[in-house]
Structure formats: structure tokens, C-alpha cells
């Protein structure tokens, strides 16, 4: 099992035996931290890995997917800093994400390249086994988080304007962000169980009186991952140590055969 995560979720101190890797990928290779959870192997990737600030269209996804899909991980979670489009929906909120709505240009869009590509059933873009042992393992360590939710993907780094966070509410999203939706193609295409855990950090401009500042967000981002961190703990201690999602998941069957 692998995380891509931000540089809140901190892997060093959170795994045991934990170890800097470099995974290969065709052409280079992803620096990762490699080590065990309760029994069970687990990569923890940083989705930004340069060592400097990126935005969010320069971000290597198909990189960073190629690199796990080598080195033979079968099963995908994500954390996502977002914003709220709802009020119903308050700041540290947390979510298991079910469908998505994709915004974002001018960026790698597929997994594949021009001569070998195909056709990914996105009906349900989120493994739905996945998703339900999160929510159970949630339960156990009692955080609350809510089953389903619409995230649309943006293309940032600017934030939106207050017509697009209605406009995006009347579409049927609950929050947004400027990654997940790209990780989400990703791992569809590469036939990895994928599950995305969301945490909101503010709510969308004009939804509340206040200034969108990022300066005011780290505490909620560190709250967020803090959180991830103890239901990715409970989920390797109940998971059996030959689990493979895909029994009673479609997500390998769905990821298209290249042409």
C-alpha cells in the first residue's frame, strides 16, 4: 500500500524501519520513505518531491504513479487539503471522496502516452472497498468523517472567485481542490484501488467574511494529517496481512487495456 500525501504527513517518525528510497521510473527516479505499519508495507510518496514549493500544474502525477506502479503497490490513499463549497460543511471537517468533477488544464491529464492509451470507466472512480474499510477504521478511532463527497479539481494556484464557488456548489461538489482529481485519473488508468481522504481547511471565498490566507490554514492542514495518520494506523491494524482490495472491486477489471 502506498500514500501520496503533502509534506504535512510526516512518515519519518510516524513508520516503523522507516527508510529514504528512490523508486524508478522510466527515465528517473521518485524519492519516497519506505517502512512498516502494523505488519504491513507501506510507501509514504510526498506528491511534491522537489524540495521546493510547486504549482499545482507542475507536479509530476504520472511520475509518481509510474514509480509505485513498479514497485508493485497495488493500492493507493491520498490526502487532500481543501475548501469547502457548503457551509453544512465547516472548516476540519474530514471526507471519503466518491466522485469527482474535473476543471484543471494544462497539465498531464492520463497516465497514458499518445500511442498506447484507452478508455477508463470512471463511473465510480473511487475503489468502494477502500473507501469502506477507511470509514471503518475511522469509526474505530472515533473520528468523525463523512462517507461521501463531491470533489471538484481546479487548476490553481489562485484561489476562486466568489460566482466560481457558487457555481461549482450548484454543480453538486462539496469541496475543492487543485490535485486530487489528477491522481484520481491516474490510478484509474494504471488499475490501482484508489481512495482520496479530504480535510477541510477553510471555506470557499464569500461563503464566510474573511480573508484567504494560507498563512491561516497550517494548523488546520497539520490537524488533517495528524488525523490521516491515526485512521491509515487503524486501517493497517485490522487489514488481514494478504488483503487485496480488488476482491469485490472493480478497479483493475475498469483500468482500460492499452490500444
Known amino acids: 500500500m502506498a500514500i501520496i500525501g503533502s509534506q504535512d504527513v510526516d512518515a519519518s517518525e510516524w513508520l516503523d524501519e522507516a527508510e529514504r528510497v528512490e523508486l524508478p521510473t522510466g527515465d528517473k527516479t521518485v524519492p519516497a520513505t519506505l517502512g ?29 504513479m509510474e514509480a509505485l506502479v513498479r514497485a508493485g503497490v497495488r493500492k493507493v490513499l491520498t490526502t487532500a487539503m481543501v475548501a469547502s463549497l457548503r457551509l453544512a460543511i465547516p472548516k476540519d471537517t474530514m471526507l471519503l471522496v466518491d466522485q469527482f468533477i474535473e476543471f484543471t ?93 479530504a480535510g477541510v481547511i477553510t471555506l470557499g471565498a464569500g461563503l464566510i467574511d474573511q480573508e484567504m490566507l494560507v498563512d491561516n490554514w497550517h494548523d488546520s492542514r497539520r490537524g488533517h494529517a495528524a488525523r490521516f495518520r491515526q485512521i491509515v494506523t487503524e486501517l493497517t491494524r485490522t487489514l488481514e496481512p494478504d488483503d487485496d482490495t480488488r476482491t469485490g472491486c472493480r478497479c483493475a477489471i475498469s483500468a482500460p487495456i492499452e490500444k
Open 36 to 64: 512498516r505499519l502494523n505488519g504491513h508495507e507501506l510507501i509514504v510518496l510526498p506528491r511534491n518531491h522537489s524540495g521546493r514549493p510547486l504549482a499545482p500544474h507542475a507536479i509530476d502525477y504520472r511520475g509518481n
Open 105 to 197: 488544464k494544462d497539465r498531464q491529464f492520463t497516465y497514458f502516452d499518445d500511442d498506447n492509451f484507452g478508455f477508463a470507466d470512471m463511473t465510480e472512480p473511487y475503489c468502494p472497498v477502500l473507501r469502506e474499510q477507511l470509514g471503518r477504521a475511522a469509526a474505530n478511532v472515533d473520528i468523525d468523517i463523512v462517507p461521501n463527497a463531491c470533489y471538484v479539481g481546479v487548476a490553481g494556484p489562485r484561489l476562486e472567485t466568489r460566482a466560481e464557488i457558487r457555481m461549482f456548489a450548484l454543480l453538486g461538489a462539496d469541496i475543492i481542490g487543485h490535485t486530487g482529481t489528477t491522481d484520481a485519473v491516474m490510478a484509474r488508468e494504471a488499475g490501482l484501488c484508489f481512495a482520496s481522504v
